[in-house]
């Protein structure tokens, strides 16, 4: 498990050049794909004194900048925070995400350059580290305090050809369209699964109209909707689409199934705790497969992943929590993901886990599905954690003790915070 920033594997995703470099070197160096940053070094050579990323470059070349006279020096960005190998990862996660430099260098106890810590460096070490400290701050209490509704959708007339449908699921980001009709506002909705469904059916979609194969059953829950009442909403009424109004009524926003499993993980949580884990696979099952026997389907970005919930297993070793969750999609029949919690050590009690590695499973879940299981399995397993302790508070730390039984040490929530207590 990695502890201090100097432990991480850090990507060799830049170039160093010399001070006096002009725009054309920096072209240079950053033509390899791998290389997403310039360092540029210090007037006598020791030490790093800025940065040129790609946009900055081409925005200096737009403006009619000489490549070949114009000094790197002069559009660098010279926001560098600074951080030494031995500085433990909550530390760095906290320093980077409050000042938000331009760069992050690694430097030795010497005060060495070691290395580049890169956005995806640091995208990844957040995924794996997961420090949950916000437990202070007021619980969400409605659709907009627990989700930010994301552009994952476009809006077409309700008299639109497939063909032109299809043209804007192409994009990664977009997962739905929405079908709109000038009097009734929104009125369908088509996923990216529904469109390859219909063309396997090899329908014309110059042809065919969205009105003719949109799902129209929806359901509109105004965006100060209590987390509580929209999920029983939704379970009663089983929607097609779930559409946010804003206050006046207006076509606020799309909720998609992401955004619905986001919900799901606020709602209350009772359990009857024995100080043993015994009761976190059932739980697990459960939420995993939003309070449905299973299996269920997951949708993100796009993909399908049938998830076998009720076979879900939980197994304990050393400080590790192990979860296993069979899977199964069209690209790798059925597969398991493996989960790794590192969740400390019960003589140093703290609100950090470690997934150890990302997940284990095939390549192409891997890499759609790795941020999804993580922040999903670990907001409930921290749910099960929390509800381990007396209302009014949370786990302030958390380990697996000796016995294998749950470690938490209490804490009040409120504002400033109280003395903690070892359970």
């Given at each position: 498990?990695?502890?201090?920033?100097?432990?991480?594997?850090?990507?060799?995703?830049?170039?160093?050049?010399?001070?006096?470099?002009?725009?054309?070197?920096?072209?240079?160096?950053?033509?390899?794909?791998?290389?997403?940053?310039?360092?540029?070094?210090?007037?006598?050579?020791?030490g790093i004194s800025g940065i040129i990323k790609a946009q900055t470059l081409l925005s200096a070349l737009k403006q009619g900048e000489d490549p070949l006279t114009f000094k790197a020096s002069k559009i660098m960005s010279t926001n560098i925070?600074?951080?030494?190998?031995?500085?433990?990862?909550?530390?760095?996660?906290?320093?980077?995400?409050?000042?938000?430099?331009?760069?992050?260098?690694?430097?030795d106890s010497d005060g060495v350059f070691a290395g580049y810590l890169s956005a995806?460096?640091?995208?990844?070490?957040?995924?794996?580290?997961?420090?949950?400290?916000?437990?202070?701050?007021?619980?969400?209490?409605?659709?907009?305090?627990?989700?930010?509704?994301?552009?994952?959708?476009?809006?077409v007339p309700v008299n639109s050809t497939l063909d032109k449908v299809s043209l804007l699921l192409r994009r990664p980001s977009v997962q739905f369209v929405l079908a709109q009709d000038k009097k009734k506002g929104v009125v369908g909705i088509i996923s990216v699964q529904?469109?390859?469904?219909?063309?396997?059916?090899?329908?014309?979609?110059?042809?065919?109209?969205?009105?003719?194969?949109?799902?129209?059953?929806?359901?509109?829950?105004?965006?100060?909707?209590?987390?509580?009442?929209?999920?029983?909403?939704?379970?009663?009424?089983?929607?097609?689409?779930?559409?946010?109004?804003?206050?006046?009524?207006?076509?606020?926003?799309?909720?998609?199934?992401?955004?619905?499993?986001?919900l799901i993980s606020f709602m209350p949580v009772e359990i009857e705790h024995d100080g043993t884990f015994d009761s976190i696979e059932p739980y697990l099952r459960d939420k995993v497969g939003q309070e449905h026997e299973g299996p269920v389907v997951w949708n993100y970005m796009g993909s399908e992943l049938v998830v076998n919930n009720q076979d879900l297993e939980i197994k304990l070793n050393d400080r590790e929590l192990n979860i296993s969750i069979p899977v199964a999609c069209d690209q790798t029949g059925s597969v398991?993901?493996?989960?790794?919690?590192?969740?400390?050590?019960?003589e140093n009690l703290n609100r950090i886990s470690v997934a150890n590695p990302i997940i284990q499973s095939e390549e192409l879940i891997q890499s759609q599905w790795s941020k999804v299981f993580i922040e999903t399995i670990w907001n409930h397993v921290l749910s099960w954690i929390d509800s381990s302790t007396p209302n009014g508070t949370y786990a302030g730390g958390f380990a697996i003790g000796e016995s294998g039984k749950l470690v938490t040490s209490v804490e009040e929530l409120s504002e400033q915070g109280s003395d903690s207590f070892e359970r």
């Open positions: 498990m990695y502890a201090t920033v100097g432990e991480l594997e850090l990507r060799d995703e830049f170039a160093l050049l010399p001070h006096n470099s002009v725009l054309s070197d920096v072209s240079k160096a950053l033509t390899p794909v791998k290389n997403s940053a310039a360092l540029i070094r210090s007037p006598k050579g020791k925070l600074r951080l030494k190998s031995e500085t433990p990862i909550e530390v760095a996660i906290e320093k980077i995400t409050e000042l938000r430099p331009d760069a992050v260098l690694v430097i995806e460096d640091f995208r990844e070490m957040k995924s794996r580290f997961l420090i949950s400290d916000d437990l202070n701050k007021d619980p969400p209490q409605t659709i907009q305090d627990a989700v930010k509704l994301r552009d994952e959708f476009r809006l529904q469109i390859l469904n219909i063309f396997s059916n090899k329908k014309n979609p110059e042809k065919e109209k969205i009105k003719a194969h949109m799902k129209s059953n929806l359901l509109r829950l105004r965006i100060d909707t209590p987390i509580i009442n929209a999920v029983e909403i939704i379970r009663k009424r089983e929607p097609e689409g779930v559409l946010v109004i804003d206050k006046e009524g207006k076509f606020h926003g799309f909720l998609s199934p992401d955004d619905y499993r986001q398991k993901v493996e989960l790794n919690f590192d969740l400390g050590d019960s």
